[in-house]
């Protein structure tokens, strides 16, 4: 069970949305991290067989993603994507289903059993126009199941859905990576902390970093500082450095924020996070 | 094939869910019925008098011309039509008089059979002229029209021998022809335009977001990733919008048919074409003039769900799709080509609006292709046939090859 990715490149014109990406994913959650535009959605449509790359290849076991037989294999959440308003989400669920290739009972046995995974059992039959975003969102990670995927690819899956259903869904997505290659985008930092075995950060196009957690982690260990000091002092450091987080406290300000030296004399280094990381990656996009 | 059934299923689901699609259709029921009883409605005045509403004309003059059913138009049902019309004094509007109404009336559908025979290049041969129809001339009604069609088909820019061909059916005719009540079918002829091109305009409307709709709802995004997506489902839309198309024309035509016939009377089916378009060079029946006009228009809606599938597949707004497909049906009817040019003309007539002109189906204008003379009513369906064919696989190959950007 290998999804291979050689050297895929995706070029509009003079921008390169993804560039000369060499990955290879095994049984297991990734989670794909970068800011807008990095080009995890049009990676992950590559990987999906929907955006042929300019150049390079993608293969699972040797099937190049292009063909009926990994499309067999596949189960996608795209980032926005349509439904049929006027179809209940049973009916949605029975054409996913067709189109997936599953038999007349083995569409219904499952369709019920997704919607009732995803808590949207008793609004079966309602119209899907009628959902809320987060109950839509819901319906397409059902979708997305119908088939046992092999390769699961979520395009911002916990977008829309509150707390609660987040953790649910999250849970979810780390028993289905036992037996398959889950793959995930988000901009939601915490989720991928909890759920990937290997975390991976694209940024401009460009595959910037692949690893667990704490090999990820370990890049900016040190670097990340806290420190109680005075309103001005605060605002100075604020414009100089990534900033993770600013509070009042009493007369001074509490920042914690990632630097490559101590920052002033007060700071002291703190536990790095995936967000720390993040922001350390991305700052420099998130002042753009 | 189970698979590709459930699929074609959920295809239809999806247009006939939308209520703008159940309010066209419905539409489209209503006026094909009320096109059919239009002509109906209303009344005839004659000096601002109510003189006989639209309806009661029409059944009198149903049992006059039934009256002469079975008569062959010789010289004498001629010369006693001329003397009808003898009866009616000199006057613009000479319908309105009571002479009219009382002696030539009857007559007066052999009197638009046999008028327009005697026109020449330079004079129209008016009633006044009509009047004074002699019987060499009333004997003389076939050898006339046989010169007139000489004439006629002189002036086209055919080969040669595709005249000579004409000219040989034209022979085939049997004459004298012989009268019958065909009011049922002529005005199937008048509203089988309309109904055709109002079965394709619902037809695109219904069709257009076959494909584009999914690239619009960002459905595209799910289907192509899905196993069936990129192959069976195509198929499934394709056969969606093929027999969806066809189930809209051919509701709409039998729904004109079996109204107007109920309505103005089955009269006429073995009658011959003359009796409704007396220069017709071709020796058919009213039934077999009604089957061939309706295949061509059934036809020319396929080629159009053709033409509308491809263009749903290139591109990403049904809206797009449907101006392009009305500008497609509704710009050659204000174009105008005459039979000197033929190429332009034949070419003019097999865009879906022209193929759906009874004109254009029992013109005598001829497809001439290697030597090959084939005869309006068969190249076509034919054309609309292999043109449907050849656009569909582009259509099946744009929504496979879609890239989702």
């Known amino acids: 069970m290998e ?3 050689d050297r895929v490149t995706k070029q509009y014109g003079n921008k390169i949305a993804c560039d000369r990406i060499s990955l290879t994913l095994r049984r297991g959650v990734y989670g794909l991290l970068g800011a807008n535009g990095a080009g995890k959605t049009t990676l992950m449509r590559m990987m999906c067989g929907v955006l042929a790359p300019t150049f390079g290849t993608v293969n699972y076991d040797g099937i190049d993603v292009s063909r009926e037989n990994y499309r067999d294999l596949l189960g996608y959440l795209p980032q926005d994507f349509g439904y049929y308003p006027e179809f209940s989400a ?11 290739g599953l038999s007349k009972v083995r569409a219904r046995e499952k369709s019920l059993e997704l ?24 319906l397409g990670i059902a979708q997305s199941l119908l088939n046992d995927p092999k390769v699961l690819i979520l395009d911002e899956p916990t977008a829309g859905l509150d707390p ?22 988000t901009h939601i930092v915490s989720d991928v902390e909890h759920i990937a075995d290997t975390i991976l950060i694209m940024k401009s196009g460009q595959l910037v970093h692949k690893g667990t957690l704490e090999e990820i982690i370990g890049t900016i260990q040190g670097k990340v500082w806290e420190c109680s000091i005075p309103p001005s002092v605060a605002d100075r450091l604020c414009e100089r450095y990534p ?46 | 094939m189970r698979v590709f059934w459930r699929l074609v299923g959920f295809e239809y689901k999806k247009i006939l869910y939308k209520k703008s699609v159940i309010i066209v259709l419905a539409l489209a029921v209503i006026v094909t019925a009320v096109s059919v009883w239009g002509t109906l409605l209303g009344n005839y005045y004659i000096g601002g008098e109510v003189f006989e509403s639209n309806y009661d004309a029409m059944v009198k003059d149903r049992s006059y011309a039934r009256a002469l059913s079975g008569r062959e138009i010789d010289s004498k049902l001629i010369m006693e039509t001329v003397e009808a019309y003898s009866k009616i004094p000199k006057k613009d509007r000479y319908y309105d008089t009571p002479e009219y109404q009382a002696f030539a009336r009857k007559y007066s559908e052999i009197y638009r059979i046999v008028r327009p025979i005697y026109n020449s290049e330079s004079r129209r041969f008016n009633m006044e002229d009509f009047q004074r129809l002699t019987g060499e001339q009333a004997a003389g009604f076939y050898a006339a029209r046989h010169s007139r069609q000489v004439q006629a088909l002189e002036e086209t820019g055919m080969s040669g021998k595709a005249k000579e061909k004409l000219i040989a059916l034209d022979e085939q005719i049997k004459t004298p022809f012989t009268f019958s009540y065909t009011d049922g079918y002529t005005r199937f002829f008048t509203l089988m335009y309309t109904v055709g091109l109002m079965a394709a305009f619902v037809m695109a409307i219904c069709i257009a977001p076959i494909f584009s709709g999914e690239y619009s709802s960002g459905a595209d995004q799910l289907i192509l990733a899905s196993k069936h997506g990129k192959n069976m489902l195509i198929t499934a839309k394709l056969f969606t919008g093929f027999t969806l198309a066809s189930a809209i024309c051919l509701v709409l035509t039998a729904i004109n048919y079996i109204l107007t016939i109920l309505t103005f009377g089955f009269d006429g089916l073995n009658s011959q074409l003359q009796l409704y378009y007396p220069m017709s060079t071709y020796p058919l029946t009213m039934g077999q003039t009604a089957l061939l006009f ?11 769900a053709a033409i509308t599938m491809l263009l749903s597949a290139k591109s990403k707004s049904a809206y797009g799709v449907i101006i392009i497909i009305t500008l497609i049906l509704i710009v050659p009817m204000f174009i105008n080509v005459s039979y000197d040019r033929i190429w332009l003309y034949n070419l003019l007539h097999l865009l879906p609006s022209g193929m759906m002109e009874f004109g254009s189906v029992t013109s005598p204008v001829q497809y001439e292709l290697s030597g090959v003379i084939v005869k309006p009513y068969v190249f076509l369906p034919l054309f609309a046939a292999v043109a449907g064919i050849l656009v569909t696989p ?5 929504f496979k090859t879609h890239q989702i950007v």
């Open chain 1, 243 to 288: 900033v993770i987080n600013l509070r009042n406290e009493g007369k001074n300000m509490f920042l914690r924020l990632i630097s490559e030296e101590k920052p002033c004399d007060c700071a002291v280094t703190a536990q790095a996070s995936l967000e720390d990381l993040y922001l350390y990656y991305f700052s420099e996009v998130s002042e753009g």
């Open chain 2, 294 to 304: 309706s295949v061509c228009v059934f036809f020319a809606c396929l080629m159009t």
């Open chain 1, 164 to 185: 609660k259903e987040r953790v649910r869904f999250r849970n979810m997505i780390s028993r289905l990576g036992g037996d398959r290659i889950v793959l995930l985008s």
């Open chain 1, 115 to 138: 919607l009732e995974l995803v808590s949207l059992e008793n609004e079966a039959k309602k119209k899907i126009k009628t959902f809320s975003g987060g109950m839509k969102q819901r």
């Open chain 1, 3 to 5: 999804l291979t990715l």
């Open chain 1, 90 to 100: 049973l009916d949605f669920m029975l054409y996913i289903a067709v189109l997936k």
């Open chain 2, 394 to 398: 582009f259509a099946y190959r744009s």
